[in-house]
């Protein structure tokens, strides 16, 4: 597998100020790949130690999905620290790859990789209205960020609906494009579920709005063909649990790099997410579609 080189992050200081510092604990908790969503483990892979192929091996298969190999323009919607945008170009013959983010932080890291033939805008799927079409698209565990939590229940389909119409208008015809999200499952709720949630409120998720996968597949309708569904719960806990024994084996630098509480967040979040995995409230889906 070719292992595209990480950038390195100097910087100390605190978190929420300044990019190189977000840069810093990021490729700390999450490894040099800095990929933020789950990875693809083989039977008897050791977790932490592989993460870095598994999520390689994840975006790769992504890649092979969307049949994005040396396609000329592909886009990825949150794009993160462009992990994705550098292995398109670099590794799989793409020659130009996009990524959307409402992040400084991620563009000026991804600007930081001077690689000419991928480029971060800080802009919202919205905004986004390319001149040429996109040959794929990808959106890995951004949607979760589509639907603002404060949007009033009549408006969420048309939100959801407004998202894949922008998508599918960005898209030649029968250009496909793979997503990752997380979906709601179907565990009762308790007062522990109940407290849990409140406490992942403080988390990335905290502003976003989890879909159930029915809404979902009625706003693809007349967009998208639905090649693929496929239940990747487990591979979103297993990440979980690589970023909580880096976090764990490397928790004075964090504390350094974040603080004391940020990181006891970080470590409550990831226990909260693993459980909500293991008891099926959360999945992670990975849906493959065909732009009609
Ligand atoms: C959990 S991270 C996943 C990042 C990356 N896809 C990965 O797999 O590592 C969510 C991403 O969504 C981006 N995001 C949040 N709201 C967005 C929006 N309205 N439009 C585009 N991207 C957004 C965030 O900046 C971040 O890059």
Known sequence: MTTVPGRSVPGLGT?????????????????PTMVCSGGYWEDGERLTETLDEAQERKLDRFVELAGAAGARRVLDVGCGWGTL????TIVHG?????????????EQFIAGYANPRISARVESWEEHRPRDPYDAAFCINALEHVVPCATPPHERAERYRAFFTAVAGALRPDARFVLHTLTVGARPVDGRLLDELRLLRCSGLGHGRIPHLHELARATEGLFEVIEIVDEREAFA???????????R?????????????????ERCLGILVSAF??????????????L
């Open 15 to 31: 978190l929420r100020h300044h990019h190189e510092e977000s840069a810093a604990f990021h490729r700390l908790l999450l490894g």
């Open 85 to 88: 945008l550098n292995r398109l």
């Open 94 to 106: 793409v020659e130009q790859a996009v990524g959307l983010t409402p992040s400084r932080a991620e």
């Open 238 to 248: 297993m990440a979980c649990r690589a970023w909580s024994e880096r976090l764990a």
């Open 250 to 266: 490397c928790r004075d630098v964090a504390v350094v790099l974040a603080d004391e509480e940020a990181v006891a967040r970080v």
């Open 278 to 291: 293991e008891d099926k409230f959360f999945s992670n889906v990975r849906v493959t579609l065909a732009r």
